[in-house]
């Protein structure tokens, strides 16, 4: 269906703005029966939902709890199984690192294991961020391999990134997570005939056993298991598939680092919403397709705060004046996925979605959330589906046949 | 998904009428809030809502604006994307041109070219309707190619269509636009080794260079721009597929076309929406499938006259107590596409559906509209799952599985 989309394409200068509040959908609150949203006084949403049309979105599939990775590909026009992203490259691009054609990423878990070489711990004690840190560093400071650049980076507890950086280099090699207790980690083996592959499991293999040298007097980060090897392999550009030259406006790696992978180009680091909403008339002024993230909607529903993160879908709306003022054909604010304040994580919901502008359907819809987004013009729809959507309903697209 | 229902079938002689309103899907007039089909008096429409379910189908995919060829084949179950009709035949079916397998049809542009042989204009000016039918008539009259019968036939302005026929030709061959000007045109060229893709590039070529002596004194319409070649490849037909013995009754030859395309028995053309009504009796007499096109929806839409939009639907809700009279187990209602006067053209807003009869699920809907339908029981669904459905509801498929 992209090609169908891809082929359809042509330029009419026309602007669009997708504003992404992290973990926008929630449940409701047992008193009150609102969701976050729903509690939020959020009269510039609200009046855009009744100037547009709104609905729900199914970030990867329906019982499917996404990750940011994929969540944010589908709502890029990407298929969030098929060209998924390799999970060390996450790890890289979350992390904040870059990476290149000549890199391959894969994850860490630091784990114990005993004087047999059996681990006992695939998690080592889950030991804190701190103590993650300090191993991770001590591995990038002290493994030294002949034409190879390392890069180590802690990620949260016993989780770390290790990017590999040299010609020749290929992902398609084996885990060394033996995935249960009392065995020995796996060796790294080359999973195809390539060169690349063989060379990078040599270079992996080499990498675990000066670790161990490394981490050997290590109470419980004694060992590391590799995980997720990906080579960095971007899907077709935003602008090839979309034609949109697209900007990122983004506080967090993560969400810059996505923006990167399908060739967004990337504003700096911002320190407060309120400054992302300020870069807007520039990222607008020479781009498409302007993207904005907030994050803070999604830790708030992590740390089970119901009130903040009604308090920062307040905020959000007192910023959305900035947005009409610097002007955009049209204007999609939603989600990449749900976090339930009640759940503290993550969930497979439905995200509320909002459409105005072009020849969007004006619904009855008088308010932006997500009992109202059921009966919306817009139904219920897989996120990858935004992109064609918003391409025609600014006119973006030709005619399909005669 | 078609193969299982395929599987499926056994034949009860129920019989099924589908009314297709070409271009039946709105958007609100922005001071009523109502669409075409909203206002319009419908008192039959809305009883049948009432007595039967609703819903909204989208013709090719969410965002898709589409020709009516895809819409057609898709409204009678086929594909629209990989069972897609060549641009050359459906032209040529728009045309009233009956193809064979002896047949390749192609699209004409008349263009522009200057004394350097290169294109200046790809529309020829864009050139009159009669204009158009004077230099089509040159060609159809004065082109002569040894062993092949030609036919050459004017639609809109600058565009025509030409018809080959001979033993042998196959229609994988290249278009011959530049896509800009200030280029000579392409050479038609074979796409594959086959015989007839060979074949069909040297009578297609011959074909420009003797359209070239014939033209050479036009002063716009001097070139032809030949593209969209395709042979006479139908898919599996009505009967194959849906074991149904099919009617079409319709006024305008591209549909009178795909009807023929999927062997449908096709009714003479019919001066008037009435006389199409007129027919039913006969056409459900023999025939298991009825498939009436009124067109007159479309045009008004295309035209941007909104109230005779809402005219036509009141004429058309009129006479559908001929429709009870003639009896049919299952009656739909439903588009081929969205014409909102409000964007005088098709668009990709999904079009409402209305089913009556058979086991059909009797939803609260009490009238035919848009916004009713977002809450029918129909859901929202694909346009090629309509006659899974249909045969579902009059108790045409069998079980799937033990």
């Given at each position: 269906m992209s090609d169908v989309v891809t082929s359809l394409l042509h330029d009419n200068h026309t602007k669009i703005f997708l504003l992404v509040l992290d973990g926008l959908g929630g449940l409701p609150?047992?008193?009150?029966?609102?969701t976050e949203l729903e509690t939020a006084k959020t009269p510039t949403l609200d009046r855009w939902a009744s100037e547009g049309a709104t609905g729900l979105v199914d970030p990867v599939g329906r019982g499917i709890t996404p990750g940011s990775g994929p969540a944010h590909l589908a709502l890029f026009g990407?298929?969030?199984?098929?060209?998924n992203v390799g999970r060390g490259v996450l790890s890289a691009l979350g992390a904040g690192l870059e990476m290149t054609s000549r890199d391959v990423a894969a994850r860490i878990n630091f784990a114990t294991r005993d004087e047999n070489g059996e681990i006992v711990d695939r998690r080592a004690g889950r030991i804190a961020s701190e103590e993650g840190r300090r191993v991770a560093e001590l591995l990038a400071s002290g493994v030294k391999i002949d034409g190879v650049e390392l890069t180590v980076r802690a990620e949260k507890e016993h989780r770390a990134v290790v990017v590999f950086r040299a010609?020749?280099?290929?992902?398609?090699v084996s885990d060394?997570?033996?995935?249960?207790?009392g065995l020995p980690p796996l060796e790294v083996r080359p999973l195809t005939d390539d060169a690349g592959a063989s060379r990078m499991a040599e270079v992996a293999n080499e990498f675990i056993r000066q670790a161990r040298g490394i981490l050997?007097?290590?109470?419980?980060?004694?060992e590391v298991l590799l995980r997720g090897f990906a080579g960095w392999d971007p899907p077709p550009s935003f602008r090839e598939r979309f034609g949109l030259r697209a900007a990122a406006v983004a506080m967090y790696p993560m969400y810059r680092g996505l923006a990167t992978l399908v060739g967004m180009r990337v504003f700096p680091e911002m320190p407060s919403i309120e400054a992302e909403f300020d870069a807007l008339p520039e990222a607008l002024a020479d781009a498409d397709f302007v993207y904005l993230h907030v994050k803070q909607t999604d830790s708030a529903g992590e740390d089970g705060d119901f009130g903040r993160k009604v308090s920062i879908l307040e905020t959000v709306d007192g910023l959305l004046p900035r947005v009409e003022e610097a002007g955009a054909d049209l204007v999609i604010v939603t989600g990449d996925h749900s976090t339930p304040a009640l759940m503290k994580s993550h969930s497979w919901h439905p995200v509320p979605i909002l459409f105005r502008g072009g020849t969007t359907y004006r619904d009855e819809t008088e308010s932006f959330g997500e009992t109202a987004a059921r009966r919306g013009?817009?139904?219920?729809?897989?996120?990858?589906?935004i992109m064609p959507q918003a391409l025609a309903a600014v006119g973006r697209l030709n005619r399909f046949g005669a």
């Open positions: 609150d047992p008193r009150s029966r609102q990407y298929d969030p199984i098929s060209e010609d020749g280099l290929g992902g398609d060394t997570d033996p995935q249960v207790t050997k007097n290590e109470k419980e980060a004694n013009a817009l139904g219920r729809f897989p996120s990858r589906e």
